[in-house]
């Protein structure tokens, strides 16, 4: 018995003193691993994991003067919350082992996201072609540019050492994951091109952020409208028939044009055989004419066409003209769109996932006039710059306007 005890009081102490030891090489592994910027703060083994070993580790480097509060506070953090797994919008499962401090996004809808989460300040650099169609947000334009989303500079992006970089589809994945993810870069799609995919991918990414707090507000916010707007149009017999062209795209419409279809519209080009992978159809004017469509709508996007709508645009002149020049095409004196002055403008952007809310709003005005006489898209739009993105409002948003 004695001798069982003594078996017993020595293993435990032989299994305190190999705790120990662990505590003393990953006390001095996180040591050297913080004096390096290792990947994982804590982590000493390289499994990207911060375990109790570590943990105590770390807390012994602190009681030592080598470590901050901070840098123990975000230890334990980790330990506590990572990793974490999301899906992303190609259904790829993502580990993310610690908090996205650095954020790089190619595509341009999801730096929207990024600000209704009010997490702009984890972007360390943005493409040129954001920092144009969100020049409204304070210090976008001050932070380094990677170059325009389609021909990106990827040593700008290795030099700004993003933790996350997020694609806007998976047509590249396979390049850019060959490029980043060698230097520890996690790469994750997340397009916000669609409204179906928005709640998803918005949960998505306040996840990744670590932001899931903000998500509910926002959602109820913009599900009030795009209900209302739903109940009041579901049991309509007749709907408008809407005709959608892209300024700069002529004779160009899109089979799936989720905002004329939730405003209560009846997108013509829905009616197509799609022949392509492309997300528009050529047709031709002959098939405008025999469609006859009762509104037309022209989303502006500002890597298209200039100064029509914006931020920036002061005067509705450009839209109008285009307006005027569409009127006049060949033919189109015969369709009960211009016939009855039914033609408008609306910036690109908010027929996008993020602000599409906007973009439901301002067809939904122009679409049923009676129906939601009380419902004002510009003041709403207004209100989603000054409450959501937290951004001055000004520009020209839709022409005319849907007051």
Same mark, same amino acid.
């Given at each position: 018995?004695?001798?069982?005890?003594?078996?017993?009081?020595?293993?435990?102490?032989?299994? $305190? /003193?190999?705790?120990?030891?662990?505590?003393?090489?990953?006390?001095?592994?996180?040591?050297?691993?913080?004096?390096?910027?290792?990947?994982?703060?804590?982590?000493?083994?390289?499994?990207? +994991?911060?375990?109790?070993?570590?943990?105590?580790?770390?807390?012994?480097?602190?009681?030592?003067?080598?470590?901050?509060?901070?840098?123990?506070?975000?230890?334990?953090?980790?330990?506590?919350?990572?990793?974490?797994?999301?899906?992303?919008?190609?259904?790829?499962?993502?580990?993310?082992?610690?908090?996205?401090?650095?954020?790089?996004?190619?595509?341009?809808?999801?730096?929207?996201?990024?600000?209704?989460?009010?997490?702009?300040?984890?972007?360390?650099?943005?493409? /040129?072609?954001?920092?144009?169609?969100?020049?409204?947000?304070?210090?976008?334009?001050?932070?380094?540019?990677?170059?325009?989303?389609?021909?990106?500079?990827?040593?700008?992006?290795?030099? /700004?050492?993003?933790?996350?970089?997020?694609?806007?589809?998976?047509?590249?994945?396979?390049?850019?994951?060959?490029?980043?993810?060698?230097?520890?870069?996690?790469?994750?799609?997340?397009?916000?091109?669609?409204?179906?995919?928005?709640?998803?991918?918005?949960?998505?990414?306040?996840?990744? &952020?670590?932001?899931?707090?903000?998500?509910?507000?926002? &959602?109820? $916010?913009?599900?009030?409208? &795009?209900?209302?707007?739903?109940?009041?149009?579901?049991? &309509?017999?007749?709907?408008?028939? *809407?005709?959608?062209?892209?300024?700069?795209?002529?004779?160009?419409?899109? +089979?799936?044009?989720?905002?004329? /279809?939730?405003?209560?519209?009846?997108?013509?080009?829905?009616?197509?055989?799609?022949?392509?992978?492309?997300?528009?159809?050529? +047709?031709?004017?002959?098939?405008?004419?025999?469609?006859?469509?009762?509104?037309?709508?022209?989303?502006?996007?500002?890597?298209?066409?200039?100064?029509?709508?914006?931020?920036?645009?002061?005067?509705?002149?450009?839209?109008?003209?285009?307006?005027?020049?569409?009127?006049?095409?060949?033919?189109?004196?015969? +369709?009960?769109? *211009?016939?009855?002055?039914?033609?408008?403008?609306?910036?690109?952007?908010?027929?996008?996932?993020?602000?599409?809310?906007?973009?439901?709003?301002?067809?939904?005005? $122009?679409?049923?006039?009676?129906?939601?006489?009380?419902?004002?898209?510009?003041?709403?739009?207004?209100?989603?710059?000054?409450? $959501?993105?937290?951004?001055?409002?000004?520009?020209?948003?839709?022409?005319?306007?849907?007051?």
């Amino acid at each position: 018995m004695v001798i069982f005890g003594l078996f017993d009081v020595e293993g435990t102490n032989m299994r $305190w /003193s190999t705790f120990a030891l662990m505590i003393t090489c990953a006390a001095l592994m996180i040591g050297s691993a913080f004096a390096q910027g290792t990947d994982v703060p804590g982590d000493s083994n390289g499994d990207k +994991i911060v375990s109790v070993e570590e943990v105590a580790a770390a807390e012994k480097l602190a009681k030592e003067g080598k470590l901050s509060a901070d840098e123990l506070q975000e230890i334990k953090h980790i330990h506590e919350k990572y990793p974490i797994n999301i899906t992303d919008s190609a259904n790829r499962t993502v580990t993310i082992y610690k908090p996205v401090k650095r954020l790089i996004s190619q595509g341009t809808f999801a730096h929207e996201a990024v600000f209704l989460l009010k997490a702009q300040d984890r972007l360390v650099a943005l493409t /040129s072609t954001a920092q144009q169609v969100y020049e409204f947000i304070p210090g976008i334009k001050e932070k380094p540019s990677i170059g325009d989303y389609r021909e990106v500079d990827y040593e700008k992006v290795i030099e /700004s050492r993003p933790d996350v970089y997020i694609l806007g589809s998976n047509r590249t994945l396979p390049d850019v994951e060959k490029k980043l993810e060698p230097l520890g870069t996690t790469i994750v799609v997340l397009g916000f091109s669609k409204m179906n995919m928005f709640e998803k991918e918005f949960r998505t990414l306040a996840r990744l &952020l670590e932001e899931d707090e903000k998500v509910e507000e926002y &959602l109820g $916010w913009r599900n009030g409208y &795009l209900k209302m707007i739903q109940e009041n149009t579901a049991d &309509l017999a007749q709907k408008p028939r *809407v005709y959608v062209e892209y300024p700069g795209w002529d004779w160009k419409t899109p +089979i799936n044009y989720e905002v004329v /279809s939730m405003a209560g519209g009846f997108n013509i080009g829905s009616t197509l055989n799609k022949t392509s992978t492309s997300s528009v159809e050529v +047709i031709s004017p002959e098939w405008v004419l025999t469609q006859n469509p009762e509104l037309i709508i022209l989303p502006a996007f500002v890597d298209t066409v200039t100064d029509f709508t914006g931020y920036h645009v002061n005067s509705p002149d450009n839209a109008k003209k285009f307006i005027a020049d569409m009127s006049n095409r060949t033919g189109f004196n015969n +369709i009960d769109a *211009v016939k009855n002055g039914r033609l408008y403008v609306l910036d690109g952007e908010t027929g996008s996932a993020c602000r599409g809310v906007i973009g439901v709003c301002y067809c939904a005005k $122009w679409f049923y006039p009676d129906i939601f006489k009380d419902l004002n898209p510009d003041e709403i739009n207004r209100e989603y710059f000054e409450k $959501w993105l937290g951004a001055s409002y000004k520009g020209v948003w839709a022409y005319p306007q849907a007051s």
